[in-house]
């Protein structure tokens, strides 16, 4: 099969890796140069635009960042479905609002390619070691038919629906309840090293404790270490993620109350620190209660 991958950043890399090393044609397209020329060297094939990549392309996996972008990637002008052939598929694999992947879905249906519907979880590592989790939603026909795409670049698979917008539901699910994990680490990191407990002590106990999961040990591993930035985990992104979370809920009349106190402390630690990832979030909390916990000590400002 012949593959593509739009988007080329910390998740889309790691598709565009783990589909080489599974021995399929890979081309891809992003607007950064030095992602091109990173995908170049591990033996892609970079082309100019979302036609260019869909032409002759069995399935093409789209990881932007916004409903917008993918919108425009599938449907536009110069999009894939102005070259994809009929029987040819579309992996959704980033995340936007159901309701957009229900609207590209139902524009997307009469050219006769499929969009599977399919947003992922395990972040960076998850992407790069292709060990993500896939919330699948197609019919049954088209996910047997581009299961070896998707475990190429997966662990588990999970077939949550057969219709565009199902896939981002479960998503917005599941993002309710990682925003809240973590806002709740950042929190207790921050009392903590106010307590003068050194971080490392508080990894040793909450990995091996019942809240212990890999969202709390790996947000605490970046805390302790001081690492905020350049971990594959922007804050732009969970930022997002949650807005949809939030959104979904309105839509429902769900009330989410602690996924709407974890969006309050990304909407604080995205406007302090812009360039940061997730956990950058800590120090907004750290700056209020002057002190900051690392893995050997607390320390007080």
């Known amino acids: 099969m012949k593959i593509g991958v739009i988007g080329l950043g910390d998740m889309g890399s790691g598709l565009a890796k ?7 044609d890979v081309a891809g397209l992003d607007l950064k140069p030095e992602r091109v020329a990173a995908f170049r060297d591990m033996g892609g094939e970079p082309l100019g635009s979302p036609a260019e990549v869909g032409e002759g392309a069995d399935a093409v996996f789209v990881m932007v960042m916004t409903g917008a972008e993918a919108r425009a990637v599938i449907l536009g002008e110069e999009g894939l479905r102005s070259t994809m052939a009929p029987g040819s598929a579309v992996l959704l694999t980033a995340t936007i609002r159901p309701s957009e992947a229900r609207e590209i879905g139902a524009e997307l249906a009469p050219s006769g390619i499929h969009l599977i519907d399919t947003p992922v979880s395990g972040g960076f590592p998850g992407a790069q070691g292709g060990t993500l989790t ?3 939603a197609a019919p049954d026909e088209v996910l047997d038919r581009f299961r070896p795409v998707m475990d190429a670049v997966s662990a588990n698979i999970h077939r949550v629906g057969t219709r565009p917008g199902e896939g981002q539901t479960v998503k917005a699910c599941l993002q309710s309840l990682i925003g809240a994990q973590f806002s709740a680490t950042f ?8 307590a003068g407990v050194p971080g490392q002590v508080i990894l040793d106990v909450f990995s091996t404790s019942s809240a212990g999961c890999g969202v709390v040990n790996n947000a605490l591993e970046k805390i302790i270490d001081r690492r905020f930035e350049g971990t594959g985990s922007h804050i732009n992104t969970m930022w997002k993620d949650l807005t949809i979370s939030m959104g ?4 429902l009349s769900v009330p989410l109350h602690t996924a709407g106190a974890a969006m309050q402390i990304f909407h604080a630690g995205r406007a302090k ?5 997730n956990w950058t979030c800590t120090r907004v909390i750290e700056d209020i209660v002057g002190a900051e916990l690392h893995r050997e000590k607390a320390v007080k400002r």
Do not use: R, T, W
């Open 134 to 136: 896939m919330m699948a």
């Open 187 to 194: 929190e207790a990191a921050a009392l903590a090293a106010k």
């Open 273 to 277: 620190y812009p360039d940061g990832d």
């Open 248 to 251: 979904l809920g309105e839509e």
């Open 18 to 24: 783990n589909l080489l090393a599974g021995g399929f």
